[in-house]
């Protein structure tokens, strides 16, 4: 396996050359330079501030990635995770005037986040206790119908291409060296590295259009797109169905019928065409264009590549996503349109073996390898797993174990059974995040888990970037803790998005669990996702210390807490409903763990303890109180 090594030692070596005629002195947090130092933002000479950093991480001892695990990739049952936009999360207002540049300062660095810049975060993730770093997209991304000032993301345009703004043009290294330096400098610190992708959309630019369109749908140029709150079956957007249609959709879905899912309606199926010959796309004001058959007349019209919407359900409310569009996984004339059928549910007389896009799925292959052979990331995340056809993903998990054994792969995956076992995941995303905030809820999961165990950890999270940021919840900044801290020591992965230890109120993204009138107030120009913009680095009020003490116990009980079989989640039922609480318990073992919180945010709560004889709090390592602050969590030992 051939992976890019020095890489660190020559991003060093071109720091040392610059030093010689240093840069202006800019702006940098104070954690940066030291994680459990001051709040306050302090002044440095770029290269001697990025040259101590890096000699500091080369020099100290070399850590051991996290491992174990009953399959290849199960490390992440024992994972800590922090999980970062880059060009956000280690952006910082350099020159101090107020506002992120999306183009480098005089000097030749930049604003938005870099990968040398994350180099410089890594000692603070590691002193968070995570020893594993989640990255989202950092692909090449795409400009045709992108939002805010720096497009998604999640709009890829090259699956293979890293994203050059994540590059310090000071440094003229390439993109590619720094993102090797920075898998090189995580892994000498003991930190694993998954990366996020998107296998089932594109950017509407997407760079294979021209070689390769039939692997995208293709609608005549003529039909305009469909504005917001607009209904009209003339323009494009998600296909329109009656309430009756409606409801036979859903009753095939649920049952499970997919051979009788309904088709959009002809005028809609008319607007895609055939995808056009190779020899007539061509790109016109950045945006792809060719010449195919008109389904209705048969002559030769204008044909471009659609955008795309949220295909489930198909009456969803979800604003269009202007900026991508949905790879042509299965081809066949009948299915030659988007709709919850082609690129969901994938209706059964679609989803053929004959009908695989084989060269596609190839490519897509062949994506995770590039990384692993190239940079020696440990696993890949993958955006909408669950969307993806099992034998593509299967694909996917083998041919990765093929470089790597011990590769992981987690995934969007909502629904915890065996099945997702059985597809090679190691890691999903769950149900955590929205069962927290409910108590009777969660204390209904927490039945179920102590029934059946867990087939697959979860992430154990209170936020994501597409939805409200935790302290958005009643509860604010207590609410946080308590959801972060609850979920701490069940068989999941406890999961930091990047700001939450910050307590950051601005959300990455609208995606989900957001009122229109809160969508109407966020638009792109202030969203991290398609903006540049950076988290407030200096707030007292944060969440860095608590954290850290939650994750030290999670460490230390790390065995114990890993165990996701039946009886190893206890429920603890207390006399106080607003005291929710849990055993962590090996079957047969003397030993064990409790988890107690108060999950009413605006009174303290009397605290009786199930087990009388603890005395100590093991995350403030004090004595064990009387009464539970809103969002108050204690642990203890027993036994």
């Not at 720091?15 to 240093?22: T, V």
């Not at 095939?252 to 008319?270: C, K, M, S, T, W």
Request: charged letters at 20%; a negative charge; aromatic letters at 10%.
């Amino acid at each position: 396996m051939f992976v890019k090594k020095k890489a660190l030692q020559r991003v060093i070596s071109r720091l040392e050359e610059r030093a010689q005629a240093p840069s202006p002195a800019y702006l940098v947090p104070g954690l940066w330079l030291d994680p459990h130092g001051s709040l306050s933002t302090q002044s440095v000479v770029p290269e001697e501030y990025f040259l101590q950093s890096l000699r500091r991480i080369v020099r100290s001892p070399r850590r051991k990635r996290v491992t174990d695990g009953d399959m290849p990739g199960d490390w992440g049952k024992n994972a800590i995770a922090y999980n970062l936009l880059v060009r956000y999360g280690a952006a910082f207002d350099h020159n101090g005037d107020g506002r992120i540049a999306c183009d480098p300062l005089a000097s030749g660095w930049r604003e938005t986040g870099t990968f040398l810049k994350a180099i410089t975060m890594l000692p603070y993730i590691r002193s968070l206790g995570c020893n594993t770093i989640h990255l989202l997209p950092i692909t090449a991304i795409g400009q045709d119908g992108n939002k805010g000032d720096m497009g998604s993301a999640f709009a890829i345009r090259d699956p293979y291409a890293l994203d050059e703004h994540l590059t310090e043009p000071a440094l003229g290294l390439g993109v590619e060296t720094e993102f090797a330096a920075f898998v090189e400098a995580a892994h000498h610190l003991g930190l694993r590295i998954v990366v996020e992708f998107v296998f089932r959309t594109a950017a509407k630019d997407v760079a294979w259009a021209k070689e390769h369109p039939e692997w995208l749908y293709w609608i005549r140029a003529d039909v305009p797109d469909r504005q917001p709150g607009e209904k009209s079956e003339n323009t494009y957007g998600a296909p329109l169905f009656t309430p009756d249609e409606l409801r036979q959709i859903y009753d095939a879905v649920g049952n499970g019928r997919f051979g009788e899912l309904l088709p959009p309606h002809q005028i809609y199926r008319d607007m895609f065409t055939a995808p056009p010959h190779p020899d007539t796309v061509r790109m016109e004001n950045g945006a792809w264009r060719g010449t195919a058959p008109d389904p209705r007349t048969g002559e030769m019209v204008t044909v471009r590549i659609p955008g795309a919407f949220c295909d489930w359900g198909p009456d969803s409310e979800q604003p269009p996503w202007t900026d991508v569009t949905y790879l042509r996984l299965y081809d066949h004339p009948d299915f030659n349109y988007i709709a919850y059928n082609t690129v969901r549910m994938y209706a059964a007389q679609l989803a053929r073996p004959e009908n695989i896009v084989r060269p596609l799925w190839d490519k897509i292959t062949e994506v995770i390898p590039h990384y692993q052979t190239h940079y020696g990331v440990d696993g890949v995340m993958i955006d909408m797993g669950h969307a993806l056809p099992a034998e593509l993903k299967r694909g996917l998990v083998a041919r990765a174990r093929q470089v790597d054994p011990d590769f992981a792969l987690w995934a969007e995956e909502f629904n915890l059974t065996p099945h997702a076992r059985e597809e090679g995941y190691n890691v999903c995303v769950g149900p955590f995040m929205q069962t927290v905030r409910d108590t009777e809820r969660f204390r209904g999961w927490l039945r179920w888990i102590h029934g059946a165990g867990l087939p697959v950890p979860f992430m154990a999270m209170a936020e994501n970037h597409n939805c409200p940021r935790a302290v958005h919840w009643p509860g604010g900044r207590a609410y946080a803790l308590y959801a972060q801290a609850m979920g701490a020591f069940l068989p999941g992965v406890p999961y930091l998005h990047n700001g939450i230890e910050l307590a950051e109120p601005t959300p990455v993204n609208t995606g989900f669990d957001f009122t229109n009138e809160e969508v109407a107030q966020l638009p792109p120009a202030v969203l991290p996702l398609f903006s540049a913009a950076a988290m407030d680095w200096t707030r007292a009020e944060n969440l860095i210390e608590p954290l850290r003490r939650v994750h030290a116990v999670r460490a230390k009980y790390a065995e114990l807490l890993a165990d996701a079989t039946p009886g190893t989640v206890i429920p603890l039922e207390t006399a106080n409903r607003a005291i929710l609480g849990y055993l962590r318990q090996q079957p047969g073992g003397k030993k064990a763990l409790a988890v107690l919180g108060n999950s009413d945010w605006h009174q303290p709560q009397p605290l009786t303890l199930p087990h009388p004889n603890a005395k100590r709090d093991l995350l403030t390592n004090g004595p064990l109180p009387a009464v539970l602050q809103p969002g108050q969590v204690v642990v203890y030992a027993i036994g």
